[in-house]
């Protein structure tokens, strides 16, 4: 849902002069400054290293519900695969700005007994110590999802479809806890454009550079 909006954002920004989507799927759009590569081993990008070079940014919005994962399964899709990519593109691309989305509550000491905040701390911290040009952590909480943008995730796809109506209503009275689809992608773009002095944003920071 959040590269989906973040997607639209790059599409749209008319300073933006191409985008390359890495995922295990394509994303069915057609754009001029749009190429898809599809990738089934998120793991492994040794095969595709000579196409990552010469890029601005690497927005990093792949995500997961914990929800019945074992640890070292969720530890893999969370940690390991945005490492993976970021060591590779830290080789091709050591110049460009790094955004990872993680979530509010992610847990930076890494001692925490909740999985999921454990594993996106340890992410946050091996990516905030990566040497690229910047390295950003988002921590949205809430995200209102925009111009008809939908979770792929059926869980949470369902809690948006009920919450819906009032959440343009809860952003407006808890501004700090809710951010939109438009104004992670806007802040990704202002930070890799203009930098920022913060390196983790929580969910109000987000808004404040969106």
């Known amino acids: 849902m959040v590269g989906q909006g973040v997607l639209r ?3 749209l920004d008319p300073g933006v ?4 989507a890495i995922g295990r799927n394509g994303t069915g759009q057609n754009h001029a400054k749009l190429r898809d590569l599809v990738k089934k081993d998120l793991l492994d990008f040794s095969d595709v290293e000579a196409q ?6 690497c927005f990093f919005c792949l995500g997961v519900a914990s929800t019945g994962m ?3 399964q969720y530890t893999r899709i969370t940690h390991d695969v945005p490492l993976a990519a970021a060591k590779t593109l830290l ?3 050591p110049g460009m700005t790094f955004i990872l989305v993680s979530g509010a509550g992610a847990d930076s000491t890494e001692r925490g007994r909740t999985i999921w905040a454990r594993v996106k701390g340890k992410t946050e911290n091996d990516l905030l110590a990566m040497p690229f040009k910047a390295v950003f952590v988002f921590r949205p909480a809430a995200i209102q999802p925009l111009d008809g943008i939908k979770s792929r995730t059926t869980v949470y796809r369902i809690v948006y479809d009920l919450a819906g ?7 407006r009275k808890f501004p700090k806890y809710i951010t939109t689809t438009r104004q992670i992608g806007k802040a990704m773009l202002t930070l890799t454009r203009s930098g920022g002095s913060k ?3 929580e969910n109000a920071d987000i808004n404040e550079v969106g």
Do not use: H, M, W
């Open 9 to 11: 954002e790059c599409l």
């Open 17 to 20: 002069q191409q985008v390359l």
């Open 52 to 57: 990552l070079s010469g890029y601005d940014a």
């Open 70 to 72: 074992a640890e070292e």
């Open 91 to 93: 080789k091709q691309s």
């Open 165 to 171: 109506p009032i959440l343009p209503f809860l952003k």
């Open 199 to 201: 390196r983790v944003l």
